[in-house]
């Protein structure tokens, strides 16, 4: 048999590609530093779970020092229960059916052909206990006109970037899942609307008055939406890095009756005072549970299925949100502790609020993890690399067909065809 | 506007469904529908891709693709497999039963296709055992032969020699399972299997064992 040539296999391999034995050396440090953290996690885990159990009892002394407080941190506000309170999982509802959305996106690339974007959006409504077919699809639009490819805000008129279809697609992927489960609801689904990630749109803070203004009420109407057709929804957080709770037994730590961060008398810039002269620890007061998330302490009290208490958040977006109030809890969802975020009329609606926690579980089971309908979603979503090469390439030949002018930058055409 | 979107229009959730779900509910036709669609082809063999999971038609089962003139196949491979190449099955535990009521999204990413061999065509003149001047085309439909068809198009023995002679598909397992089929199609007539039997006695004159357990098996 013929034996095919092969390049012979000496020398260096090729120097275009991620240097890793130059890493090495850092990742080692980085290993050494990360060892002498979890030394030191570990303590302050465990003073956490002291805490939690301490202000499990006074939580409404905590709950009159949290309203009194200005912390430089987010605080969880209304509560209403001892804070280790646990809720086991309620049963799910034989027939239910969930409803969930994603979006991926083509971003606007000025050395590509033309100037448009894409945003794709996946559908899919999973019906359970019917034997129903489910529904998986999903549905791409270009934006490629004058007004849609430039926006003007807070009195500048702005070529879309990536950050702005950032905004656009996360709204599609809220307004579209309630078109969605109301469609459902209309063919005789009982349905829970599922969103993947946070309900704050906290990234609006900051933005043009005008702007902020019209998302907002776009993203609110499609709550309200589903709040008249009393669909519960909810934001599945997978691995969350909040420490709202944690943050509350910061507080507590305090030894002031009602903190004020900003005149914190233990900070080294302050000036001296009694309080400071007494204080014997390192750093500050409430530093002996700083870097502990909320999802790793309750690691250690939630049993699989079992939900926290309802919180307030208080996100200073949420002013504006009404009677969409973001609402959360932890769920211990098996191999994690996911947090679920519900708009506050889910989480003062018991039955509304017990489906939501069976049905996130339930997901997070059949999705050996996380929630199945999330990660369908995402799949019929997603628009990979070889998507959008293969996109710009039609997106080039129709218009060659069509005898239209169009040029990609010099920069784009080296990254395609580099020679040597 | 056509019916399927009229249908689209009316539903709710008409807007959110895949094209592929956009399937009319249809009273019976008189026609019986098809079983497959073509989604790769060759002049010698074909692989469908079954209308319904887990639906293709049996293995040696004769099968027509329409066309100008109707190609003749056998169902030599049947497959189900994940439609996404990099997602594999994984086992749950469950019956299918359980599975389609609590994770039904999985039945939507499997597909099962089948591969048949082309052994003839049909023109004006009947039945040809003959390979086709053209293969069938990508995405033309796949039926079930009639018993009539059957029996007309295994009137002729050449049918035999061209499953012997194919490459890359279980031999003696499709021969039997073939005649078989063409064996049921005539209701049993005993004389049809004699017949056949000696022409496979011809072409696997050099092999008696073989030959003799291919005939105890046509015969069980």
């Known amino acids: 048999m013929r034996r095919r040539w092969r390049r012979p296999r000496c020398g260096r391999r090729s120097k275009t590609m991620l240097d890793l034995p130059a890493v090495k050396s850092q990742i080692d440090a980085m290993v050494l530093q990360e060892r002498a953290g979890q030394l030191d996690f570990q303590q302050k885990l465990a003073l956490a779970l002291a805490e939690h159990e301490r202000w499990a009892e006074q939580w409404e002394g905590l709950s009159v020092k949290i309203e009194r407080s200005r912390t430089s941190w987010l605080l969880p506000t209304g509560l209403s229960e001892p804070f280790n309170r646990v809720y086991p999982l309620p049963p799910r509802p034989a027939i239910l059916s969930v409803a969930a959305t994603d979006g991926s996106q083509i971003y606007p690339d000025r050395h590509e052909i033309a100037g448009c974007f894409l945003i794709n959006i996946g559908y899919i409504l999973l019906p359970y206990g019917t034997g129903q077919r489910p529904l998986l699809s999903s549905k791409p639009t270009l934006f490629y006109r004058e007004e849609e490819v430039y926006e003007q805000w807070g009195g500048r008129r702005i070529l879309v970037n990536r950050e702005l279809v950032g905004f656009k697609r996360g709204l599609m992927e809220l307004t579209e899942l309630a078109e969605l489960s109301l469609a459902a609801q209309e063919e005789g689904h009982r349905v829970v609307a599922l969103s993947d990630g946070t309900l704050i749109l906290w990234s609006l803070e900051g933005k043009p008055q005008d702007f902020k203004e019209e998302y907002l009420a776009a993203a609110l109407a499609a709550f309200e939406r589903l709040r008249q057709g009393r669909i519960p929804l909810a934001g599945y957080i997978s691995r969350p890095g909040s420490q709202e709770l944690v943050n509350a037994l910061k507080l507590g730590l305090c030894p002031l009756a009602a903190a004020d961060c900003d005149r914190c008398p233990w900070k080294p810039d302050s000036p001296p005072s009694a309080e400071r002269a007494r204080w014997q620890g390192r750093g500050l007061p409430c530093g002996g549970v700083e870097g502990v998330s909320d999802a790793v302490l309750l690691r250690q009290v939630l049993k699989p299925g079992e939900r926290s208490p309802v919180y307030q958040s208080s996100s200073r977006i949420l002013e504006e949100y009404g009677p969409h109030h973001v609402c959360f809890f932890y769920l211990h969802a098996g191999p994690e502790i996911a947090r679920i975020e519900v708009p506050a009329w889910v989480a003062e609606d018991g039955e509304l609020l017990d489906l939501v926690h069976a049905c996130a579980y339930d997901q997070a089971q059949k999705g050996q993890g996380y929630p199945v309908s999330l990660s369908e979603a995402h799949e019929r979503a997603v628009v990979r690399s070889a998507d959008r090469e293969s996109f710009y390439r039609f997106l080039e030949e129709t218009f060659v067909k069509n005898d239209i002018r169009g040029g990609i930058s010099t920069k784009s055409l080296k990254k395609r065809y580099a020679g040597v | ?220």
Request: negative net charge.
């Open chain 2, 1 to 220: 506007m056509s019916k399927t979107q009229e249908y689209l229009r009316r539903r709710p959730l008409g807007r959110f469904l895949a094209d592929d779900a956009a399937v009319l509910p249809v009273a019976p036709a008189a026609r019986p529908a098809h079983v497959g669609e073509v989604v790769e082809s060759s002049t010698t063999e074909l692989i469908a891709e079954a209308c319904q999971l887990h639906g293709a038609p049996p293995f040696g089962r004769f099968v027509r693709v329409e066309f100008e003139a109707p190609i003749i196949a056998i169902v030599y491979n049947v497959f189900t497999h994940s439609i996404e190449p990099n997602r594999r099955p994984t086992a749950y535990g469950k019956t299918e039963a359980e599975l389609r009521l609590e994770q039904p999204q999985i039945f939507e990413l499997l597909r099962t296709e089948f591969q048949a061999l082309v052994v003839g065509y049909r023109d004006e003149y009947g039945p040809a055992p003959i390979l086709p001047p053209q293969p069938a085309r990508i995405h033309s439909f796949v039926y079930l032969c009639e018993d009539e068809e059957v029996a007309e198009f295994t009137q002729s023995d050449e049918y035999l020699r061209s499953i012997l002679g194919a490459a890359k598909v279980p031999t003696d397992e499709l021969l039997v399972a073939t005649l078989r089929h063409a064996l049921r199609a005539r209701g049993g007539e005993g004389a049809y299997l004699v017949e056949m039997g000696k022409e496979l006695s011809r072409l696997l004159r050099d092999d008696y064992d073989r030959l003799s357990s291919i005939l105890r098996r046509i015969a069980r």
